[in-house]
C-alpha cells in the first residue's frame, strides 16, 4: 500500500469555518444534592423531559440537528459513497441457518430490498412446504422503528407468541398468532420483556416492567382468550437491584424464573406445564452467580462459588432443591467458562484464553475435546441448539478478518462441518491481516488488543488509527467481523480492539478490576493501548480516531477529558456521561441494579469515586478533539439528556475550535435506527466524519 504524505491528506476546514454557529442551549440553576449533603450545579437540567414532548428542548433538539445536516453537507457524497459500500456487502436474499425445535425448522430469510426479514418454518424438514409466520417487512410499514424480539412456539406448534416495539423504548407489547387460521388473536400484553415462554398449549408465561423504571419485575401467566388484567402472577421481584427473566431447559421438561444482580443470582424451576412447582436451585447468596441447564435426567450448573473464573457441576433430578454441597464437580477451576449448552451425552462450552472465546466438548464420562481455531484472535460462540439429544453442537467462528461461519460439532464421531459461511459480495479475507498484540499497561497488566488491516499495509507510524473498547458490566467485546469496518481498512486505517478492564476477556478478574473504585483502570488501559501502537508504529500520532457507545460512551467521555491529546477524534454513541445524577436517581431505567457496577453515590466514599471520572462533572477549560455524539430520543438504557446536557456544556467550556456535532434520531432508542440497511446510514455518517477528521479523503 502507498505510504502517503500526512500533508497532502488532511481536508481544508474552511468549509467547516463557514459553517453555521452551532446552537447554544439556556444555562438555568439548578442543584443536584446527594443525600449526604454534596451540591452540584447542572445548569442544563432542563433539558430532560420524561415525556419527550417539550417544545423548547425538541427545538434544541432540532437545532442540533439542523448544525449536523449542515455541517455533513460537504462529506454527504462520502456519506452516501460508504453507505452504498457497506450495504453493498450485504447478500440481498440471505438466510439465516434453519435451527430444529419440537419438530420444526425455524429461520429468517431476506428479500431483496428489505429493511426486516421474514420469519417462517418447516415442519419435519427442509423440504416440506414452508409456513410464513411473520411478514416482518408489511408489519413494519408506517413505522420509523420496529423491532421483534423473543418469538416462541407452543410446542405443539399451533400458536406462536412474539415481542413487538414499535417505539425504540425496548416496552414491548405481547402478541400472538395462530398457525393454523393464520391470524393474529385478539390477546396483547403491553410493557412486557422479550421473554416468552410457553408453559402448556394455552399458557404462556412473560415478565411484565414496571411502568416508570422499565425495571422487570413480575412474571405472569396469560391463557389465551382471556383478558390481561386477569393474568395470574406467578413471581415478584421485590428487590429493586435484580432483573428477572423466564426460560426453559435444554430438555424442555421444565421452566425456570432466574433473577439476577451483578453480584448473585437466584434460580427456581418447575416440571413444564406445571408453573406453581417452583423448586429453588439455590438460594442467593452475595458474590455467588449461577446458571443451571436440564439434559438427560440430570442438572448441570455453571458456578462461580469457589471458582472466581466458574466451573460446571452436576446433580441428578432426584437431588432437586437439596443443597449445593451434594452437586457433582465436572470441571476444575481454570479458563474463564463464559457459556455452556446441556446436551444428552455431552457439554458444549465456551470458555476464554488468553483473551479469545473457544469451544470445548465434554462427554459424560469426562473425556475433554478442544476445538481448534488457526487465526491469533477470534471468537466461538455457542449458538442455536434446541435439542439436548442432538449429537451436534452448533457454534460460529469468525474474527476481525472472516465473516461468521456457522459450523456443528458432532459428539459421535468428533468432527465438525460448516453450514454456512455469511456470504459478503466482494470481499476476499486473504486481502486482510489480523493481529493479536499485547499492551503493557501503566501498573503493569497485560491487555489484549485485536487488529486487522489491509495486507500490504507498512508499519511507518503513518497510518490512521480507528480504536473501539466497550469495557463494562463484565461483557466481553470479542472480535467479529463486520460489514463496515472493511470500508475503513480499505482506505488505509488500522483498525483496534483494546479489550480492556471492565470486560472479562481475561477472566473474572478483568471485570473485578475495571468496575467500582477501579474503574480509572478501563480509561488507563484505552489511552496505553493507544499509545503504545502509536510507539509500535501501527499507527500516526495525531492521526487517532476512538469509539464507544453505551457505556463504552462514558469510556469516551472519561478518555476526553483525561487524554485529548493522544485523539484527533472521538466518536460517543448513546454515551452513559452523567454517572452522579443517574445513579442518584433510582425512577430512571437501570438505576438501582447498577449499584453493584458503580456504586451508589448517595454513600460518601462512592459518591467521590464516581465524581473523579465522571464525563459530565469534568469538563474542563482545555482543547478536545473533534467529537462526534449521537442519542436515541426513545433511549431507555441510556436517556437522551444526557448527551444532550454534556453537548452544550462541552461547546461552553472547551478552548479548541474543533467541531463538535450532536445527531439525535428522534425515531430510536438505544439501538439506532431498525432495519438491516437503515442502520448502516448512521455508521455511514459517523465514518465520513471521522474519515475527514483523520484527514482521508475520499
Not at 406453581?276 to 446458571?291: E, H, S
Not at 477501579?518 to 509500535?536: E, G, H, W
Not at 457496577?597 to 462512592?606: K, L, R, S, T
Request: aromatic residues 10%; neutral net charge; proline residues 5%.
Amino acid at each position: 500500500m502507498r505510504s502517503l504524505l500526512l500533508a497532502s491528506l488532511f481536508v481544508s476546514t474552511a468549509t467547516l469555518a463557514q459553517a453555521p454557529t452551532p446552537p447554544v442551549a439556556a444555562q438555568r440553576a439548578h442543584e443536584v444534592r446527594a443525600p449526604f449533603g454534596a451540591v452540584r450545579n447542572d445548569e442544563y437540567y432542563w433539558l430532560r423531559d420524561d415525556t419527550r414532548k417539550n417544545p423548547e428542548m425538541l427545538a434544541y433538539l432540532g437545532a442540533e440537528n439542523a448544525h449536523t445536516d449542515a455541517m455533513m453537507a460537504p462529506l454527504k457524497s462520502l456519506q452516501n459513497k460508504l453507505f452504498a459500500e457497506i450495504t453493498g456487502r450485504i447478500k440481498q436474499d440471505d438466510s439465516s441457518v434453519p435451527y430444529r425445535q419440537d419438530g420444526y425448522y425455524y429461520y429468517r430469510r431476506f428479500t431483496p430490498g428489505a429493511d426486516y426479514p421474514i420469519v417462517a418454518r418447516r415442519k419435519g424438514s427442509m423440504t416440506a412446504p414452508e409456513q410464513i409466520l411473520l411478514d416482518e417487512p408489511a408489519m413494519a410499514k408506517g413505522s420509523g422503528y420496529f423491532a421483534v424480539s423473543g418469538f416462541e412456539a407452543s410446542r405443539d406448534g399451533r400458536y406462536f407468541a412474539y415481542a413487538e416495539d414499535k417505539v425504540g423504548r425496548r416496552q414491548y407489547v405481547l402478541k400472538i398468532l395462530d398457525t393454523i387460521t393464520g391470524k393474529t388473536l385478539p390477546d396483547t400484553v403491553t410493557n412486557i420483556e422479550p421473554d416468552l415462554v410457553w408453559g402448556s398449549a394455552n399458557q404462556l408465561l412473560y415478565v411484565e416492567k414496571d411502568p416508570v423504571t422499565l425495571q422487570s419485575k413480575r412474571i405472569k401467566l396469560h391463557i389465551i382468550g382471556s383478558p390481561a388484567d386477569g393474568d395470574r402472577l406467578l413471581y415478584e421481584e421485590k428487590d429493586d437491584t435484580f432483573n428477572i427473566g423466564v426460560t426453559r431447559t435444554a430438555s424442555g421438561k421444565f421452566t425456570c424464573i432466574v433473577a439476577e444482580a451483578t453480584t448473585m443470582t437466584e434460580q427456581r424451576c418447575a416440571p413444564f406445564g406445571q408453573p406453581d412447582r417452583m423448586t429453588l436451585i439455590a438460594p442467593r447468596t452475595k458474590d455467588v452467580l449461577y446458571r443451571a441447564e436440564h439434559a438427560n435426567g440430570r442438572w448441570i450448573v455453571r458456578t462461580n462459588a469457589g471458582a472466581p473464573n466458574y466451573q460446571l457441576k452436576s446433580f441428578p433430578d432426584a437431588a432437586l432443591g437439596k443443597p449445593s454441597s451434594s452437586w457433582t464437580t465436572l470441571t476444575q477451576p481454570g479458563d474463564f467458562i463464559d457459556d455452556f449448552a446441556a446436551f444428552d451425552t455431552f457439554t458444549a462450552i465456551a470458555e476464554r484464553h488468553d483473551g479469545n472465546k473457544r469451544l470445548r466438548l465434554l462427554s459424560r464420562t469426562g473425556k475433554s475435546t478442544l476445538v481448534d481455531a488457526s487465526e491469533p484472535a477470534y471468537q466461538m460462540s455457542l449458538e442455536d441448539n434446541h435439542e439436548a439429544g442432538s449429537r451436534w453442537a452448533r457454534y460460529t467462528y469468525e474474527s476481525l478478518a472472516t465473516p461468521t461461519t456457522t459450523l456443528e460439532w458432532n459428539s459421535a464421531t468428533g468432527k465438525s462441518r460448516t453450514l454456512k459461511v455469511q456470504p459478503v459480495p466482494g470481499y476476499d479475507a486473504k486481502n486482510y491481516v489480523t493481529e493479536r498484540v499485547w499492551t503493557i499497561a501503566r501498573d503493569g497488566a497485560r491487555v489484549p488488543v485485536s487488529l486487522v488491516y489491509k495486507k500490504g499495509l507498512k508499519r511507518d507510524g503513518t497510518a490512521p488509527l480507528f480504536q473501539y473498547a466497550y469495557g463494562s458490566y463484565g461483557l466481553s467485546s470479542d472480535p467479529d467481523y463486520s460489514v463496515a469496518t472493511t470500508s475503513l481498512l480499505d482506505r488505509g486505517v488500522v483498525f483496534a480492539l483494546a479489550h480492556i478492564r471492565g470486560g472479562q476477556e481475561m477472566g473474572r478478574h478483568w471485570f473485578d478490576d475495571g468496575h467500582l473504585a477501579k474503574k480509572q483502570n478501563s480509561f488507563n488501559d484505552f489511552v496505553d493501548v493507544t499509545r503504545d501502537l502509536v510507539a509500535r508504529r501501527y499507527a500516526a500520532k495525531g492521526r487517532v480516531a476512538a469509539h464507544g457507545g453505551s457505556a463504552g460512551g462514558l469510556l469516551m467521555g472519561a478518555v476526553a477529558n483525561q487524554a485529548p491529546q493522544d485523539y484527533a477524534v472521538i466518536v460517543a454513541q448513546v454515551p452513559f456521561v452523567d454517572v452522579l445524577t443517574t445513579m442518584l436517581d433510582t425512577s430512571i431505567p437501570l438505576t438501582t441494579n447498577e449499584f453493584d457496577q458503580w456504586g451508589n453515590p448517595a454513600n460518601e466514599a462512592d459518591y467521590k469515586v464516581m465524581a473523579a471520572y465522571s464525563p459530565y462533572d469534568n469538563v474542563r477549560a482545555q482543547a478536545y478533539p473533534s467529537m462526534f455524539v449521537s442519542t436515541g430520543l426513545w433511549d431507555s438504557q441510556v436517556q437522551y439528556y444526557e448527551p444532550a446536557k454534556w453537548v452544550p456544556r462541552l461547546r461552553a467550556r472547551k478552548t479548541d475550535t474543533n467541531p463538535l456535532l450532536f445527531r439525535i434520531n428522534m425515531e430510536a432508542g438505544h439501538g439506532g435506527k431498525s432495519g438491516r440497511f437503515r442502520s448502516y446510514a448512521d455508521q455511514a455518517e459517523m465514518y465520513a466524519f471521522v474519515l475527514d477528521r483523520l484527514g482521508i479523503k475520499n
